[in-house]
């Protein structure tokens, strides 16, 4: 049997992947992966079409075969594939996965796999609730609950899995999954943009500021690195003020920092805000920091929380 999985959500395509090769039920499968992106069709079907010294029946999985969507770049030895698919081994069981959103119906390729196989689209659904509830399967959760992870970590199935396992692991015992459990361990896909984190600091949106950074932890972003990303801006919206204030004009400016222009010019409004020496200042305390967090004098995570809060 050969069967064509396409769409974006990988999720229920490597779902459905199990699922196939559980309902194949075949006792010392010989299974055998490939990548179009690496392998050639060649290749694939010569596996296909040897016996296998093992077993009498072969499972072949097809990863990214792009053979099946719109693509421009030319495709060798897709005759034979072709061919094979009109008069296939019958004990070769073939899983293509084509991880393109649409595939080409009018293709001859698509039409042979139709005729003499099965095709599954796999794409995102408008509601994943009993999506997600199913992932759940065991534990006790409401759809209000439901609703309140899809909100935090968004519509993502593979993400959202994997918070899933992880209220499973964490709640093991109890099997019920609560509100608040969900709000104590996700991590909110908020969309974090570090940069705007660095604009709500400058703006002294502390709040704002404060929850980015908690999720930035939660993300396993490096304080170090953060600091840096800090002081780089500060530095930045230094220079380019005083500049500025000395009748260089945005292009000028931009070539002597070695800048685009956008960021200079934003560098140059958040500039405006702030006296100089406020700048100076937070440039001389991000550079403290730096070095108590490298030399193990200071707490790194509370050290930069600190300091957001101090604005």
Not at 89 to 118: A, C, H, M, P, Y
Not at 224 to 253: D, H, P
């Amino acid at each position: 049997m050969n069967y064509l999985l396409y769409g974006s959500e990988n999720y229920l395509i490597e779902k459905e992947l199990k699922n196939i090769i559980n309902k194949l039920d075949i006792e010392d499968i010989n299974i055998s992966k490939y990548d179009l992106e690496e392998n050639n069709i060649k290749e694939i079907l010569e596996d296909a079409n040897t016996v296998s010294l093992f077993s009498n029946n072969k499972l072949i999985i097809v990863d990214n075969a792009f053979i099946f969507s719109r693509v421009q770049k030319k495709i060798e030895d897709i005759e034979l594939l072709e061919e094979y698919l009109k008069d296939n081994n019958e004990n070769t069981n073939i899983i293509f996965i084509d991880r393109n959103k649409n595939i080409d119906s009018v293709k001859r390729i698509v039409k042979l796999i139709k005729e003499k196989g099965t095709i599954k689209e796999f794409n995102p659904s408008k509601n994943i609730n009993s999506t997600v509830k199913d992932m759940f399967d065991g534990y006790k959760i409401d759809y209000n609950a439901i609703n309140v992870l899809i909100n935090r970590v968004g519509n993502d199935l593979e993400l959202i899995y994997s918070e899933v396992e992880k209220l499973k692991l964490y709640k093991i015992n109890e099997k019920e999954i609560t509100i608040k459990d969900i709000e104590d361990l996700t991590v909110e896909n908020i969309n974090i943009d570090i940069f705007k984190f660095v604009d709500d600091i400058i703006n002294k949106n502390k709040n704002s500021a404060i929850k980015t950074y908690k999720e930035l932890l939660k993300l396993n972003e490096e304080p170090i690195k953060i600091v840096a990303l800090l002081s780089s801006k500060f530095r930045l919206m230094y220079q380019a003020s005083k500049l500025a204030k000395k009748g260089y004009t945005e292009e000028s400016i931009s070539e002597i920092l070695n800048m685009h222009k956008y960021p200079v010019h934003l560098a140059i409004l958040s500039g405006y805000k702030y006296n100089p020496q406020i700048l100076l200042k937070y440039l001389n305390t991000l550079a403290d920091l730096d070095i108590g967090m490298k030399t193990g004098e200071k707490d790194k995570e509370l050290a930069l929380e600190l300091f957001i809060l101090s604005l």
